[in-house]
């Protein structure tokens, strides 16, 4: 059923451009300049635009004149009515109108001359009707040789389904890759397959059944792609293919071999092809008319490129021949000789001023386009160079028979190598921002790599296998990632278990230390208040000590004074008795002089007043006595008082001090216990860090799966439709053409 299903793929494929073209075999009626216009500018237009009276340097009376213009240019655009000046002047839809003054000319004439212009303008009745291609001219009006506006062209409704489905690939024989997009083509067998450079995604396949495609070339805006080949010593051509659908613009060529090398012009508007015929032939892209033909080579032509402004078109052979042609006019520009044999590739660089050639003599030669010369010659690849390609930023990316894809830069120098390919790499292609290189080998291989790693590589195929292998692919891998999947959510169970433990432990912790914390915080209080009324205490002592020494000094003062006292009262006393011996005497000579009692009375009243005086002293120094021991006794009071007071002041800072000293001693405990408690909780953390970090792993690991089933599945997704739409396809070929019969 598999090849019975790609039999019927191939054969609706292949009936694709035979249905097309009937189509467009309807019969119509050639209009003729001799016949239909001719009489219409005589009529309107050559009183003004003869040979005789040229204005404005246009001449309509004769069909050269008409094809030449006048001194603005060319009047009418062949194929293109609506790009054609004369007609928008005689419909009168631009100014100055034609024919002047006058009202329009007849639609029936209009009509005539619109017919002619679409037809190619044939001159006579032996002339061929060239109509254009005008699908082909909608899709190629817009041109860019810069970087076109907007996103990128990129494939959106190509075939998902592969045209052939092989056991490998064959050798790879046509590569390219668009000059703004990350896309790059590869040549398989009877079709072209499309992949996304960055991902290695398959974007689609568009089908050659007209053979194998033996060259691939991007428009300069990389809208749309040239495949170039053919079947060897049969036949061959070149088709023009819509990037983004896949549809068939243009196909030029009948030739009876393949198609070697072809290229399209950065204008589009011209298609040259070459092969083993050795001859090249440029054809018009809209109505497919062969333009040119130049014959200078004398060996099969390997590689044809359009230098990127158009000027220059170059050449190369078999036999190291290696020509440059201009471009509009087919003449030979310059012969460049220096190879020493078959020149494989070639490509110019952006600014259209050097072209870069690869041969098999081993080397890469740079030449220069206004001298006609070389200016760099590098040997690249042992054995032979085969392909080489420009980037938009002047890189070089070349491939050779030593199985390496290298990087140059504008001087030759080697930049990066790329290796993996088993065999003779054939086929080179680098992306335009130059950030991915392509290779094909001699046994089909092509990687794709990164260019600022050579060591990631991704493997494209140019055959990819069926939708159904695929899907079984998909699926198998499916299962695969499911059942990683399911192993990644019980580890992932796993590690919640011991996460939630962790945290457990890790919250019973966290309270504990708050707890002691607290009993910190508050015994660092109560130290702090203690410490405070130590101070207080110390300073209140400080005071009583000053007190208790000026009271000690006036102790001492008042005890001075009392003994001086005491000195004097003992004079007095001493005084007091010496009167009264001296009254003793007196009294006794009193009695013995009784006689003399007026001396004894004189002198006992003068002892009297000395006695009187004396006891007046003695009672004065008893009241200051008296008063000295008052005193005295007030401040042996006050110093006894302020003795208490020192004692009981003494007694609570050694309390305090005590307590003090023990509650030190409990802190120096509590910190113990802190620093074990903060032990203990390093290892909880450390241990819910351990977890923290494997449940990360297990999650990475299950995001990665579930990114996996997820892409595994939008790839299954994308083949189902693509299998229903090649389904419903087959199924309107059916309807169209009835069932297909199988020999």
Not at 183 to 209: D, K, N, R
Not at 624 to 644: C, F, I
Not at 649 to 673: F, I, N, P, R, Y
Not at 693 to 716: D, G, T, V
């Amino acid at each position: 059923m598999a090849v019975l299903h790609q039999l019927l793929t191939l054969c609706m494929v292949a009936l694709l451009p035979a249905l097309s073209l009937l189509a467009a075999d309807t019969a119509e009626k050639k209009i003729t300049f001799d016949e239909h216009i001719k009489p219409i500018f005589r009529e309107h237009c050559t009183a003004c635009h003869s040979e005789s009276d040229k204005s404005s340097d246009l001449a309509l009376d004769s069909y050269a004149g008409a094809l030449a213009g006048g001194s603005s240019g060319r009047v009418i655009a062949e194929g293109n009515s609506d790009g054609s000046r004369l007609f928008a002047l005689v419909t009168h839809a631009e100014q100055p109108f034609m024919p002047p003054d006058q009202d329009a000319i007849a639609k029936e004439q209009i009509a005539l001359l619109k017919t002619w212009i679409e037809q190619g303008m044939p001159e006579n009745s032996g002339s061929k009707i060239k109509r254009s291609n005008t699908a082909a001219a909608a899709m190629l009006s817009t041109t860019s040789l810069g970087k076109p506006e907007g996103p990128p062209p990129m494939p959106a409704s190509l075939l998902r389904q592969a045209v052939v489905e092989t056991e490998r690939s064959a050798a790879i024989s046509a590569m390219a890759a668009s000059p703004w997009a990350p896309l790059v083509a590869v040549g398989g067998q009877a079709q072209v397959c499309c992949y996304h450079s960055e991902t290695g995604e398959l974007l689609g396949v568009i089908p050659f059944p007209e053979g194998i495609p033996q060259s691939l070339t991007f428009t300069r805006d990389g809208k749309q792609l040239l495949i170039g080949g053919g079947r060897h010593s049969q036949s061959g051509c070149a088709v023009l293919v819509d990037v983004v659908s896949g549809e068939r613009i243009a196909k030029v060529g009948d030739e009876l071999d393949t198609v070697l090398a072809a290229d399209i012009s950065p204008d589009k508007k011209q298609i040259a092809l070459a092969g083993p015929q050795r001859i090249i032939r440029i054809f018009d892209t809209f109505s497919g008319e062969l333009q040119f033909e130049m014959k200078k080579h004398t060996d099969w032509v390997f590689a044809l490129r359009y230098s990127p402004d158009g000027v220059l078109l170059a050449s190369g052979d078999r036999s190291n021949g290696l020509i440059v042609w201009e471009a509009d006019t087919a003449r030979l520009y310059a012969e460049l000789s220096g190879h020493k044999d078959a020149v494989r590739g070639l490509d110019f660089r952006p600014d259209s001023n050097v072209l870069v050639s690869a041969s098999l003599d081993g080397t890469l030669k740079l030449w220069d386009m206004f001298e006609s010369k070389e200016i760099k010659s590098w040997a690249a690849h042992a054995g032979g160079t085969t392909s080489v390609a420009y980037a938009q930023n002047g890189l070089l990316a070349s491939a050779g028979r030593d199985a390496a894809i290298k990087l140059w830069n504008g001087n030759g120098e080697l930049q990066k190598e790329f290796q993996g390919l088993g065999e003779t790499a054939l086929e080179v292609a680098i992306t335009g921002d130059a950030a991915y290189v392509a290779g094909g080998d001699w046994q089909g291989r092509v990687q794709v790599w990164p260019a600022a790693d050579p060591q990631q590589t991704k493997l494209i195929v140019a055959n990819p296998p069926s939708i159904e292998t695929r899907l079984q692919q998909a699926s198998a891998a499916l299962a695969e990632v499911q059942a990683e999947f399911a192993a990644a959510q019980a580890a992932a169970k796993q590690a919640d278990v011991a996460q939630a433990e962790g945290l457990a432990q890790l919250t019973a912790s966290q309270a504990a230390a708050s707890t002691l914390a607290a009993q910190l915080s508050e015994a660092k209080a109560q130290e702090e208040m203690l410490a405070q009324q130590a101070a207080a205490q110390d300073a209140k002592i400080q005071q009583l000590q000053a007190q208790l020494t000026v009271a000690t000094q006036a102790r001492q003062e008042v005890a001075t004074q009392a003994e001086a006292t005491q000195q004097k009262i003992a004079q007095l006393t001493q005084q007091s008795q010496t009167a009264a011996q001296q009254l003793t005497a007196a009294q006794a000579q009193h009695e013995q002089w009784s006689a003399a009692a007026e001396a004894a009375t004189k002198a006992l009243s003068d002892l009297h007043s000395r006695l009187q005086g004396a006891t007046e002293a003695a009672n004065k120094a008893a009241a200051d006595k008296a008063e000295v021991d008052a005193r005295a006794a007030a401040l042996e009071q006050r110093s006894q008082q302020t003795a208490n007071q020192v004692k009981s002041l003494s007694e609570q800072l050694s309390a305090a001090v005590g307590a003090q000293e023990t509650q030190q001693a409990d802190l120096e405990k509590m910190a113990q216990e802190l620093q074990v408690l903060s032990e203990q909780m390093a290892t909880l953390q450390k241990k819910l860090q351990d977890s923290r970090e494997a449940r990360e792993q297990a999650a990475m690991q299950l995001s990665e799966k579930e990114a996996a089933a997820a892409a595994l599945k939008k790839q299954r997704d994308a083949a189902e439709q693509s299998a229903l739409e090649a389904q419903q396809q087959w199924q309107l070929f059916r309807e169209a053409y009835g069932p297909a019969t199988v020999d």
